[in-house]
Each structure stands twice: as structure tokens, then as C-alpha cells.
């Protein structure tokens, strides 16, 4: 089954109707008695035999495992509720990117050149990122000659499964975060001005506290005017604890006193606001050694987690950012923000391709609630549900 049915079936309940299944096992069933049947007929031709008899045990297998798949999927029921905050965040690209798709379907009856030429158009527009896009289309070109596919509509589902198949096909990616078992866990936020630091940590410091864990938000960002009143504000709004020094002030020394709280009233997290100013890397890169330091003396293991926060709104750009920042420092995760801002919607398949790191939430609105853990199936059920 295809990436898209199964993303279908996941939130519609539309998987196998269970007929379907029954007679899908009965021909299972008669397969494995034909081939039984064959084993007594053929007894003289000794060398087939064996092989045979191998053939229908692991036909037998296949039917076990049928049998214990169907017991583990309920069929008709779905298996993922769809999160309403993907489904509106994921709006504009749906009407952008995603309908420009579905219109290439009804603009054209044959597949043909100008198809494929107009599609590669549509997802470079979408900000997947041109490497990405012209392997994909060799993949789909190679498909669509493999298996003779002319009608368009055919071409769909399968755009969606090939588009896909680089995220879904490794398991390295990870969108959980690396927490420490034994302290304080201390996430670094970094990125470049605006790009929506501050305002994910007061999101995430919301989320966390409402599981329980005990927060702290430490304002490492002191060049900016109001950088730290702002993050202050977001603390309040959340109900967490907050350290902060006057602007101006050494970053380091920030970070120092926050996670000598941490540590003496055993907070569960601590999240770190940084200033990114990109624009005088060397800067940056010592300013981002010296923080470093401050947390690993004060907790070795630490930063348990460095995240980049990427502005989804800023396409091309925000992918040169996260290489940038590469170079400076190492980089665990990713926040993609403002992706309800934009209609492109394609720009978490670049940085699959183009930076290899995961994303680990994204921001899909200004509200506390708007932030989300990152999931890929979430995410294509919301920009694709009307193909659904
Ligand atoms: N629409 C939208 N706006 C966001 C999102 N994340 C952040 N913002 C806005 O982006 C602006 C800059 O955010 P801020 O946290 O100050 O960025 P910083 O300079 O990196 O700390 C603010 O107006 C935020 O409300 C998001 O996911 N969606
Ligand atoms: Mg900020």
C-alpha cells in the first residue's frame, strides 16, 4: 500500500472494508491448498520438492502474519485523530501549493511534457527545494514509464507517495526530545532575529508545564532591546520561572546564573533564549562557544538539545540559515515556525534533503496552542486532505 491510501485510511477509517479482507485471505487460503495439492503431484521430481514445500511454509507464514496484522488493526475504525491545528495551520498551503497541484490534474488529460514541466514548476514554487525536486521527478518520470501510467489522476496519489518517500523511509528521524534522566534537561534556542525564538520557548515552556515538569527560561538574549522583557512576559503568561539580567549584560553569565537555580531547585527544564545575529559569524560562533562552556561545566552531558528555529515563511533563505549555523555549532533539532503564514508549504522536505536534521515541532500560529510536535502524517493529511 502506498504512503497516501495509508495516510487515508489512518484518518478516514477507510482501510480495507473487512469483506474485502475476507476474500483477500480465502484466496490466500486456496492458494496455499493448490500449492499443497502440487506437492503430492509432483513427489517424482525429487529436486523441486524441497523447494516447494519451502515455498508453501512461508506461504503459511505470510497467512499467519495476514492473520495477526488484521487482529492489531481494527478495520474500520481510524487509527489517528486528525489535529485540528495542522489541519488549520496547513490552510494557505493547502489553497496554494496543494490546489495548484490538484488543478494540474483537471488542466491536463495526458500526462506529457508540459505536465511534467508544470509540475516541477509548482514544487519549486513550494519551496521543496530544486535537488529535491528534480530527483523526484526523475523518479516519477522513471514510474509513470514503468507503469505506462497516461491519465493524470492516476498520478496524484502517487505524486504524494514519491514526494514522501525520503521522510517516511528513515527512521533516524527523531521528533522526541533527548531528556535527561538524571537533572535539569536544557534546551539552547537558537536562530536568527524574529525568526520566532522567544516566542516558542513560552509555547513549548506551556506544553511542558502542563505535563507536569518544572520550567525555567533563561534570557540569553540581551542585545536585543525588550529581548528580555519579552521573554519575562511569556513566563508570566505561563506560569513559569524566569532569569534575566539587564540588556546588555553577558549572555554566559545568564546562562550561568539560570542553571545554578536549575540545579539548587531542581528544575525539570531549562530553555535558553539566544540572540542570532547571523550577520558577524564569528561573533556569534564565539558567543555560542562561550554559552557552551557555561552549560556543560554547570551540567555535563548538556545542552541536552540545541534547536534551530527556521521561519518557514522564509523559504530558500531559512535553509541557508540552518547550513550556516551548521558550521557554527551543532545542531539537534529543528523548529519550523510561521508554516500557517505561508502557502508553500514544501520547505520541510528541503530541509530533509538539503540539512538532514529533524524537525522537532512546528509552529503553526501565534497562540500557545499553536505549537506542535512534528509529525510527518499529521502534516500531509493536512495539506493534502481535500485529495482524500
Ligand atoms: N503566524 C505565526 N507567527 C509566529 C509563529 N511563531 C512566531 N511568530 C511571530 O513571529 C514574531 C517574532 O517572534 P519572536 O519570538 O520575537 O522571534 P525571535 O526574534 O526569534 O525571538 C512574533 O510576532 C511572533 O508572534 C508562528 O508559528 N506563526
Ligand atoms: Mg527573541
Given at each position: 500500500m502506498g504512503l497516501f491510501s495509508k495516510i487515508k485510511s489512518m484518518f478516514?477509517?477507510?482501510?480495507?472494508?473487512q469483506e474485502q479482507e475476507k476474500i483477500e485471505t480465502k484466496k490466500e487460503e486456496q492458494t496455499i491448498e493448490e500449492e499443497n495439492h502440487s506437492v503430492t503431484e509432483i513427489k517424482q521430481e525429487e529436486t523441486s520438492i524441497e523447494q516447494k514445500k519451502q515455498e508453501v511454509s512461508s506461504k503459511e507464514e505470510k497467512k499467519k502474519e495476514l492473520e495477526s496484522n488484521k487482529e492489531q488493526v481494527p478495520s474500520t475504525e481510524p487509527t489517528k485523530k486528525v489535529n485540528k491545528v495542522y489541519e488549520k495551520g496547513l490552510t494557505k498551503s493547502r489553497k496554494g501549493f496543494v490546489s495548484n497541484l490538484m488543478n494540474l490534474t483537471s488542466k491536463y488529460r495526458r500526462v506529457n511534457e508540459e505536465y511534467f514541466e508544470e509540475l516541477e514548476e509548482i514544487l519549486i514554487m513550494a519551496d521543496i527545494g530544486v535537488n529535491t525536486v528534480m530527483e523526484f521527478m526523475d523518479r516519477l518520470r522513471s514510474r509513470v514509464q514503468k507503469e505506462r501510467i497516461e491519465d493524470p489522476e492516476a498520478l496524484k496519489e502517487i505524486i504524494v507517495d514519491e514526494l514522501f518517500i525520503i521522510y517516511v523511509d528513515d527512521n533516524i528521524l527523531t521528533n522526541k526530545i533527548n531528556y535527561n534522566p538524571d537533572g535539569p534537561t536544557v534546551l539552547l534556542f537558537i536562530g536568527v532575529n524574529g525568526v520566532g525564538k522567544t516566542t516558542t520557548i513560552g509555547k513549548l515552556a506551556w506544553k511542558l508545564k502542563e505535563e507536569g515538569k518544572k520550567v525555567l527560561l533563561v534570557a540569553g538574549d540581551t542585545f536585543r532591546a525588550g529581548a528580555t522583557k519579552q521573554l519575562e512576559e511569556w513566563s508570566e503568561k505561563v506560569g513559569v520561572s524566569f532569569v534575566g539580567k539587564e540588556e546588555g549584560a553577558d549572555p554566559a553569565s545568564v546562562v550561568y546564573d539560570g542553571l545554578e537555580k536549575a540545579k539548587q531547585e531542581n528544575y525539570d527544564v531549562v530553555m535558553i533564549d539566544t540572540a542570532g545575529r547571523l550577520q558577524n559569524k564569528v561573533n556569534l560562533m564565539k558567543e555560542l562557544e562561550k554559552i557552551n562552556r557555561v552549560i556543560q561545566n554547570a551540567i555535563p552531558g548538556a545542552p541536552h538539545e540545541t534547536l534551530l528555529i527556521i521561519d518557514a515563511t522564509t523559504g530558500q533563505n531559512g535553509i541557508s540559515q540552518a547550513k550556516s549555523f551548521q558550521e557554527i555549532t551543532k545542531i539537534t533539532g529543528i523548529v519550523l515556525t510561521k508554516l500557517d503564514g505561508t502557502a508553500k508549504g514544501g520547505i520541510v522536505l528541503a530541509i530533509k534533503e538539503e540539512v538532514n536534521i529533524p524537525v522537532k515541532y512546528i509552529g503553526l500560529?501565534?497562540?500557545?496552542?499553536?505549537l506542535q510536535p512534528f509529525d510527518i502524517e499529521q502534516y500531509i493529511y493536512g495539506l493534502f486532505k481535500d485529495m482524500m
Open positions: 478516514k477509517g477507510e482501510s480495507k472494508p500560529g501565534e497562540t500557545k496552542e499553536d
